[in-house]
């Protein structure tokens, strides 16, 4: 399998803390990119890659990235309308030399109250986002560094919400339940001690 141009796993964790400006809040630039990879590929990590690995990799080799399969294109009637082999798309594919984005030509051959209602489908809308991601990161508009004059987020809150990013949900639910099922045993243990206590002062 070819090696996909990106950053290494190093300088992915140190450029996880470096914190940004993204959608209009200060964050650390893990919680971008972990934003970004969900809401393009659907998932946290793409062919092994960190989201830093992968935010970086587009900023840096756009070429390159732009034959990756990784737009996500759930709806089936969608990608054959767009001729789209498997759920997930290269942004190149996306572009025709004559006919320029696609999105903008489906329905042609419809009349005009249909074709609207094509390009207008929640699918379509959902797929038109993800693209406009990928050209804000490229054209350097999707986050912007934290201006010198942005007071920072304390050390502590940037750990933590790095350590959110890389749990999985399945993690936390199976925590939640372990604190629950302790919480009940917990109960019932002083129920027990507080009964037997009860009894002995009879």
């Known amino acids: 399998m070819r090696s996909i141009e990106t950053i290494n796993a190093v300088k992915a964790s140190e450029v996880a803390r470096e914190q940004v400006v993204w959608n209009g809040q200060l964050c650390p630039f893990s919680t971008c990119a972990l ?8 998932q946290s990590s793409y062919k092994g890659l960190s989201p830093e690995q992968v935010v970086y990799g587009w900023m840096l080799r756009p070429e390159v990235w732009k034959e990756e399969p990784m737009i996500l294109i759930p709806d089936a009637d969608l990608r054959r309308q767009l001729q789209i082999e498997g759920d997930y798309a290269r942004f190149s594919e996306l572009f ?3 006919l320029g984005y696609k999105l903008n030509t489906l329905g042609s051959d419809l009349p005009e109250p249909m074709r609207q209602l094509v390009r207008q489908s929640s699918a379509a809308v959902s797929l038109d986002e993800r693209v406009g991601e990928i050209i804000l990161l490229t054209r350097g508009q999707l986050f912007q560094p934290r201006p010198v004059e942005m007071a920072p987020l304390p050390s502590w809150r940037v750990e933590a919400e790095i350590l959110w990013n890389h749990t999985s949900m399945s993690f936390v639910l199976l925590a939640i339940a372990a604190a629950v099922l302790f919480f009940f045993s917990l109960r019932k243990i002083i129920a027990k001690v507080r009964s037997k206590a009860r009894l002995r002062s009879l």
Do not use: A, I, N, R
């Not at 934003?35 to 659907?42: A, E, N, T």
């Open 35 to 42: 934003d970004f990879l969900k809401s393009v590929y659907g």
């Open 96 to 98: 025709d030399d004559t």
